[in-house]
């Protein structure tokens, strides 16, 4: 599976956009991009997942670059509630095998 | 609905016992999945079963760790013995395992060994 590379900390201002980047060069054509978060004490949470085109669902958007090579998730206004460490994971089809890195904590100011 | 339901959520217990952790996944969904979390080596994949058969069992750290998937409701962890290293958080997911479907976690047993 493509390796990923993300900032390890931001911050985002409550009620504002937070977008947070990923890096993944190394991504061949069948491989997905997923997101997932864990808010501190909980199981990771699945958030989003897309293949080429960008994505949007209740919680966030996906945006993915043309060449595939990264990606940003878009959480449209964030809330205290968004604070965790988000996780963007690549993995071929079929794998179902999910390699966490070390993620982008991500702090929510009030 | 029912997410997966770990249980103990929390176990404290002394260096050589036995230690059993418990999962029940998702109904309906065919992969479950072991993981552990620690400070030092972050979350990763202990073992997965497909149709509670185990496919991959790689990062099982050593002989001393056993999962097993007796029916599609119940899955087992097992360190015997236990040892103070082993202690960290311990999650339980599952999936369906049609396509690409993402994995649902459990809340954790946080394990402690003295």
């Known amino acids: 599976d493509a390796k990923t590379t993300q900032p390890p900390s931001m911050d985002c201002a409550e009620g504002r956009a937070a977008n947070l980047p990923c890096n993944h060069s190394?991504?061949?054509?069948?491989?997905?991009v997923y997101w997932y978060r864990q808010i501190h004490s909980q199981g990771p949470q699945y958030i989003i997942h897309?293949?080429?085109n960008n994505e949007t669902n209740e919680m966030a958007s996906l945006i993915i670059t043309e060449d595939r090579k990264s990606s940003t998730l878009i959480l449209p206004h964030a809330t205290l509630r968004d604070t965790a460490v988000y996780y963007c994971i690549v993995t071929g089809f079929g794998n179902e095998k999910l390699t966490f890195g070390t993620g982008t904590r991500l702090t929510i100011i009030p | 609905d029912a997410g997966v339901i770990q249980s103990p959520r929390h176990e404290v217990t002394e260096m050589g016992q036995e230690v059993t952790l418990r999962c029940k996944p998702i109904s309906g969904h065919n992969s479950l999945f072991w993981y552990r979390q620690t400070m030092m080596r972050g979350l990763e994949l202990l073992i997965y079963f497909n149709n509670n058969v185990p496919i991959d069992d790689s990062g099982m750290p050593e002989d001393r760790f056993s999962a097993k998937m007796p029916n599609a409701s119940f899955s087992t962890l097992k360190i015997q013995p236990s040892e103070p290293r082993d202690s960290a958080v311990y999650f339980c997911?599952?999936?369906?395992?049609?396509?690409?479907?993402?994995?649902?976690f459990g809340d954790g047993t946080r394990l402690s060994i003295l």
């Open positions: 190394t991504i061949s054509g069948n491989e997905y």
């Open positions: 997911a599952s999936s369906p395992q049609e396509g690409h479907q993402p994995q649902h």
């Open positions: 897309g293949l080429k």
